[in-house]
């Protein structure tokens, strides 16, 4: 629990890159659900970059979080049809992870600014880049 929310993480660890979902809500607000799905790089042992971040709200083409109205909270009001709705959204969102999947395709990813990471041309940014370029040989 961390400044009264409650938080979990999967990772997927590919050695030079990690694909995160994680899952956040406030303690006494269960009902405002926050998942986000974060394309890491791995600059070294200690140190990851973000190199971008969506929802699966958004990439499903909603503009609301997970938040559960009344009526449909009704319907989900079951820990196990709860735990359906998530994971089928989630994994519904998992093909966002394959534009990253290779360093050719970050390197190509990196140079767009319609992106939720590191800004294009700063120093983190390049660093980002040389690690790939280093990769790719």
Not at 4 to 32: K, L, N
Request: hydrophobic fraction near 40%; include cysteine; aromatic fraction near 8%.
């Amino acid at each position: 629990m961390l400044d009264g929310r409650r938080f979990w993480r999967w990772d997927r660890d590919r050695q030079w890159a990690i694909d995160r979902v994680d899952a956040t809500y406030r303690v006494h607000s269960p009902h405002d659900l926050s998942l986000g799905l974060i394309a890491q790089l791995r600059l070294d042992a200690e140190r990851e970059l973000t190199m971008d971040g969506a929802t699966p709200h958004f990439l499903a083409g909603r503009l609301l979080m997970s938040e559960f109205p009344f009526l449909q909270w009704l319907r989900l009001r079951t820990p196990e049809r709860l735990a359906e709705h998530l994971v089928a959204e989630v994994e519904g969102a998992l093909p966002w992870f394959e534009q990253y999947a290779t360093p050719e395709k970050c390197l190509e990813r990196l140079q767009s600014p319609n992106r939720n990471g590191v800004g294009v041309g700063r120093a983190p940014h390049q660093r980002a880049l040389a690690v790939l370029e280093a990769l790719r040989q």
